[in-house]
């Protein structure tokens, strides 16, 4: 059974950087595709990105490209997201999951607020 814990969400100004962190607590090599979604408010949860177990990305969402950058580390048990150039539309609660996610992986999510 695999547990996932969000967390390097916060509030920072418009074109700051944050870097998301999703710790496993069991292992995550047996998911061959690990993805990032988020949830703005009042807006349903969507795909932002994601990546395999050989560490090939692909982004979902075309307003982060190039500006987002996933992986991972299956060693660590750990998917990454890091996040630059930050605007205010990316303003959502983050979270991690199975790509096709599973209901029962869902964790708490970290808040991201993009705000001067």
């Known amino acids: 059974q695999v547990h996932l814990v969000e967390s390097g969400g916060g509030l920072v100004q418009p074109g700051g950087s944050l870097r998301l962190s999703c710790a496993a607590s069991?292992?995550?090599?047996?998911?061959?595709?690990m993805g990032w979604y988020r949830q703005a408010p009042g807006k349903q949860r969507n795909l932002v990105a994601y990546?395999?177990?050989?560490?090939?990305?692909?982004y979902v969402d075309s307003s982060v490209m190039g500006r987002f950058t996933i992986s991972r580390d299956n060693a660590k048990n750990t998917v990454y997201l890091q996040m630059n150039n930050l605007r205010p539309e990316d303003t959502a609660a983050y979270y991690c999951?199975?790509?096709?996610?599973?209901?029962?992986?869902w964790g708490q999510g970290t808040k991201v607020t993009v705000s001067s």
């Open positions: 999951n199975s790509m096709p996610w599973r209901g029962d992986y």
């Open positions: 069991g292992s995550i090599f047996s998911i061959n595709v």
């Open positions: 990546i395999t177990s050989a560490g090939r990305a692909n």
